[in-house]
């Protein structure tokens, strides 16, 4: 019976001997083989440590434009995050690993001009080209703070998704476009950046355009003309009348006619008649009562009918 105890444990150390030096053959092939690149060429120094068991969706990026090995131009991570010795081989003096060279969010310590560096090195040019003249590049913000680089779905980038971005920061015009008369914002059809270059632009309120009518003519075309008689604020601004994120007055106006009228038509006749309530009143009365003047001008914004000494034709069908 000693002997057969004798052979079993002489047999369980044989197994465990030979356990342990398969182990250690083991690491040693995982230590001495390469380790590839996961995402884009070159990027297997970053993607041995950061790979899919991380808290933040690294490997994600491969989802992206930036991420496709078929465009050479799309570069790698240290493409935007620098070389970053200090963080791929952390010093033995300290206990914490450095921050990449370049490094993003809240509590970066990289100041904003080199973040969105990292960006214009590439993306400089075309709708960019005014980054640099708009105020939100004024008011030092960061493309990572609208921009999501390494998720699979970038939220301004998709029109379902994009306004909330925008309302992030716009808070006033979250409030205009729920009001009554609203471009349809909220119904998905318009977005921000059908109006707006948010990288910067030649015209005011960084319009797509170079003017606010041009961009409103992108879409309301038949209100360009060209017309016999033009409004003259119709080829000026047409922010004069309309309030385009929202109103509670239809058709997206400031305030309701005669009142909008009022602002620029003086008294002299009846188009510049003080409003009043009194029914009895047919020069003005008539107007305030649930009416305006687009009751009779109904082509405020351009008519093809000739003018007239009695101007009775002005902006008429």
Known sequence: MKLKLNSVRD?????????????????????????????????????????????????????TRHGTMADSKAGTCTSCHGDSPTHINKPSDVTERPKPTVNFGKKSTTPIADRNKACLSCHQGGVNMHWQ??????????????????????????RATQPEVCFSCHKEQRVLVNRQSHHPIKEGTVVCSDCHNVHGSAGPKMMNRDSVVQTCYTCHMEKRGPFIRTHQPVTEDCTICHNPHGSNVANLLKSRPPFLCQQCHEPGTHQGGVANLNPLNTATGNNTLARGCTNCHTQIHGTNNPVNAGNERTFRR
């Open 133 to 158: 003249s708009g105020p939100h590049a004024a008011a030092d913000l960061e493309c990572a703070s609208c921009h999501r680089i390494h998720g699979a779905q970038d939220p301004v980038r998709e």
């Open 11 to 63: 047999w369980m150390l044989k197994l465990l001997a030979g356990a342990m030096v398969l182990a250690c053959v083991s690491v040693g092939a995982v230590e001495a083989r390469e380790v590839k690149d996961s995402v884009q060429v070159g990027d297997a120094v970053c993607t041995r440590c950061h790979d899919e068991g991380e808290a933040k969706p690294i490997l994600s990026i491969g989802k």
